[in-house]
Structure formats: C-alpha cells, structure tokens
C-alpha cells in the first residue's frame, strides 16, 4: 500500500530545497514581468515548481483567476476522490489549501507590515472552503506560506526569498464560523451618490498577525504546524521551537516550528515562544483620509 504523506511537509520541503541552497542561503532565481495589477508571477512559479517535483501520486492546482482563493491546492487527487467530505477536512495526507503571502523588507532591514498584515476580503482560516466540479462546497485544511521577496541586485529580473515560513492557518485564526461569515454573500448598497448610479460593495478590509514579524521567524525556513511528533515520521526535520498562542482565561493552542535538520545549528536547544508576533495596531473608530493642505492660510 502506497504511503500517504504529509502533503504540507512535501511541499516546505520542496520549497526550501529550490529556494535556498545545502547551507540554507538564498537562491537566485528568474521571474517574468507582471502582466497586471493582479498578477503575480511568483505564485505561478512557485505552483510550477510543486506540479514538477511533487510524488507522482500528488498533485498541484492553482487559483483559476484573480481574486480567487487560496492560491494554490496540493493533493492526491485519485484518494479525494474516493474520499466523503469528512475525511477531506483534516487530512493533511489527502489535500491542502496554500494560500501565498508575499511581503517585502524595508530599507531598515525589518519586513514590512511586522506588525499586522491585511487580508483583503478573506480572513486567514486553519480551515478553508473550496468547491468540487460540481459546484459542492468542500472544507479543507488551510496554511499560508509567508514569504520576504528581495530582488537580486546583481541579476536584472532576478530575486531571492530571504525568509519563508509555511504556517498552520490555525496559528493565525481558528473560527470558521467567523471565516465563513466574511467570505460568504455580502449585500451591496445600492443607488447611491447624487445620480443613484453608484454602489457600495461594503468589502471589508481585515488586518491579522504576521508570523514574519517575529524575529525567530525573520531570516529563517521553518514550518508551523499542529503535529508535535512530526520530526520522528520525517528524519529530514528537526524541532526548532514550540510555539503557543494564548486564546482567553489562561487557554492557549500550541503549535510546533519545524527546520531542515541541516538548517539547524548542533548545539540548538528548543525554547518555546509565547506569543510571539508583533500585535497589530488596533482603534476601534477608523483613520480619515489623508488631508491634503496648501501652503498658505486664509486672510479670514
């Protein structure tokens, strides 16, 4: 009987190796110009390499279009199919959703939006809805790999990934009731504006924790993920830390960073990181619009 792996460490696994080199410096690599404003190459790339080099019995399929999400789904397609609903939704052996945060680091050398990242319309989610070819809706597992993108300043249209980690969605929010309640239908305010040809798409605009501003997370290939005995069924993975998150009265969840064994120094010890991530700036009333002044002042 074939061996059903983890799908989330295949695809770090694959991601580190093509993207950093046996020391675990970055790698150099090509990508095309953007077509548009909602294009972007890297996801492509990356989905190309994971439809290349993943086992023969698991594949990759990325977003349609624009605007669609998650990104990208890996999966074992002959066992989905064979498979109920139910063991689709927490079986990180048969698919998972892998939606592709891409951030850049500031002139000062920190990654921009530390402090917060926006998920625009779609909250982050351990758990996620995509749909089979018959319109049914199917909730699968989700992560969300966050990633520093650096131009090569010596190649023209070459880049590097200085910081990747691939994350349990869980670390970032575990109410799909909440997920479900955003994604789902919205109703547009219509037939405003003083000619009632305008609407009001009431989209709403989400800020939540980025892993990538913690500074164990900076400069570093790790993956976050619920199993705490992962590292024994894969040799090539070693525990880097313990990571916990405090819920409410005391109640924490707690996850589990994973490296590339040769990734990790030989006299590393384990430590566990409390909350680890920057917390998003947060006022309950809403910031106006930029006031545009003029250089001089009004005689009355």
């Avoid at 690599?29 to 953007?34: A, C, D, M």
């Avoid at 966050?146 to 109410?175: H, M």
């Amino acid at each position: 009987m074939l061996m059903k792996t983890d799908l989330t460490v295949e695809t770090f696994l694959l991601l580190r190796n093509n993207f950093f080199d046996a020391k675990g410096n970055p790698v150099s690599f090509p990508l095309r110009h953007k077509r548009n404003t909602q294009d972007d190459p890297l996801d492509e790339y990356i989905s190309e390499i994971l439809k290349r080099e993943l086992p023969n019995n698991s594949s990759c399929l990325k977003a349609p279009g624009p605007l669609i999400t998650p990104d990208i789904v890996v999966l074992r397609t002959s066992i989905c199919k064979e498979s109920n609903p139910q063991q689709l939704q927490d079986d990180l052996s048969r698919i998972v959703a892998v939606e592709v945060k891409k951030l850049e680091r500031a002139k000062s050398g920190k990654i921009a939006r530390e402090s917060g990242l926006d998920y625009n319309t779609t909250p982050p989610c351990g758990t996620v809805r995509i749909y089979d070819s018959a319109n049914r809706p199917l909730n699968v597992r989700g992560f969300y790999l966050f990633i520093c993108q650096e131009p090569d300043l010596r190649r023209k249209g070459y880049f590097r990934l200085t910081a990747l980690t691939l994350c349990d969605g869980n670390v970032l929010n575990q109410d799909f009731d909440f997920y479900l309640s955003i994604v789902g239908e919205r109703t547009k305010q219509i037939g405003i504006g003083t000619y009632k040809d305008a609407f009001n798409r009431q989209r709403p605009m989400l800020v939540f924790a980025n892993p990538l501003g913690a500074k164990e997370m900076d400069r570093k290939i790790t993956l976050i993920h619920p199993d705490k005995s992962l590292n024994k069924r894969y040799k090539n993975l070693s525990l880097s830390n313990i990571l916990r998150r405090s819920i409410s009265e005391g109640k924490i969840n707690e996850f589990y960073c994973y490296r590339f064994d040769k990734d990790i120094p030989k006299d590393w010890k384990t430590s566990t990181l409390v909350d680890p991530f920057p917390m998003p700036k947060r006022k309950t009333k809403t910031q106006p619009r930029g006031k545009f002044r003029l250089d001089f002042m009004l005689s009355k």
